[in-house]
């Protein structure tokens, strides 16, 4: 059907916020009619957090978490419905994504929180929620899912593509000339290189890498960084903060480093384990698109180029999606793809046993 619209929602693993897009698909065309960004405050973000990690009388503060992170997205959803003059009758269904507070697909289970029939009641708007348990029952990691959006949006017939998403943690798509495409979290995004500047800088983030930029990487702490068995294992791979979090990046510490030498050689980290996914499975890769906040770090974005010299490295925008957005318009997609009764995933990228229809529906 010609001009359906969806609202795609997004909370990734920085912790930051929500992102929200509504969009307007035509055919295999994607327009984004309005986008909103809305910040967590410091006592939901620091309560997002605690759940990442066993603590006391966790099921309540996730029910009571998951019911402020609805009204969070209610509210933004009604932003943007005001924003472009729309009644909810003029959207076909959100998709929510939902905060991760665990993802351990070696132990079976992945939790994303956001109580989806409390956004359904509040918007009067369907919502398709829940999009990673299906592939899990399956065999599958849950993850990545924004492969088969990126193969939608981003392929090219004759150029072997790589889509690399920087968020918390960095997840990379790689489309060949010929063949289907793979997709699996690379490594570190801007986990590590934010909390480094919120111990050290007093700020959600090092801007545009430019503390980093003025320091040299250590050598031996990026040999130590880089020797974690993550980034040698076999995709289809996933993984978290509850790998890459403080604690991981303290084990590797000496003591006595330069505070500015260590955002360096973490910047470093991300760009080399997101270069070595690339060289490694896509040798022939002509195109780097950089999405989700990293894309804001020109420092980075400069040592992909550099460490990829075939390719040439730019930003989403360059394909008339802000880099900020992506995964929410993705989002709205797998919503769209849900009601459709198409399936979503990718079994090469998440190990599933075969093709699933993803989310659970929540009709307004």
């Given at each position: ?6 609202v ?7 912790l ?7 969009v ?27 759940l990442?990690?066993?603590g ?12 402020r992170?609805a ?7 009604g ?9 909810p ?45 299906r ?17 939608a ?16 943690i960095?997840?990379?798509?790689l489309?060949?000339q010929?063949?289907?495409?793979l ?26 890498g ?6 040299a ?30 604690a ?14 260590v ?41 992909l ?17 802000d ?8 989002f709205?997609?797998l919503?769209?793809e ?5 399936p ?21």
């Open positions: 059907m010609k001009g359906e619209r969806y795609g929602l997004m909370s990734g693993t920085s930051d916020g929500i992102d929200a897009v509504l307007e698909f035509d055919a295999d065309r994607i327009g984004v009619l309005a986008a909103r960004h809305r910040p967590y405050d410091p006592e939901l973000r620091a309560q997002l957090a605690a990442g990690t066993p006391a009388d966790e099921i309540e503060r996730a029910a009571l978490a998951a019911n992170l009204r969070e997205c209610a509210a933004l959803v932003v943007l419905l005001a924003a472009t003059g729309l009644a009758a003029g959207v076909r269904a959100i998709g929510c994504h939902g905060q991760t507070v665990r993802h351990r697909p070696e132990r079976g289970y992945t939790v994303q929180i956001a109580n989806a029939a409390l956004l359904a009641e509040l918007t009067q708007i369907a919502v398709v929620a829940d999009f990673r348990s592939d899990l029952a399956a065999g599958g990691e849950g993850a990545p899912l924004v492969p088969a959006f990126h193969r949006v981003f392929a090219q017939e004759g150029e072997a593509r790589a889509v690399l998403n920087v968020g918390g960095a997840n990379v798509t489309l060949p010929q063949g289907d495409a997709g699996f979290d690379c490594g570190p995004g801007n986990v590590l290189m934010d909390l480094w500047a919120a111990r050290h800088l007093g700020a959600p983030f090092d801007a545009g430019a503390w980093a930029a003025g320091a990487p250590l050598p031996e702490l990026l040999e130590r960084m880089l020797a974690e068995p993550y980034f040698a294992r076999r995709p289809p791979k996933s993984t978290g903060r509850e790998l890459f979090d403080a991981w990046l303290e084990r590797h510490l000496a003591g006595g480093e330069d505070p500015q030498a955002q360096a050689s973490l910047l470093e980290l991300t760009a080399r384990a997101a270069a070595t996914a690339v060289s490694r499975h896509l040798p022939d890769a002509q195109r780097l698109i950089v999405c989700g906040g990293g894309a804001k770090n020109a420092t980075l974005l400069a040592r180029a550099a460490l990829l010299p075939a390719a040439k490295v730019e930003t989403s925008a360059a394909h008339g999606l880099p900020q957005y992506v995964e929410a318009c993705a709205a997609w919503a769209r849900r009601l459709a009764g198409r979503a995933n990718l079994p090469q990228v998440t190990g599933a046993r075969g093709l699933r229809v993803l989310g659970a529906l929540y009709s307004a």
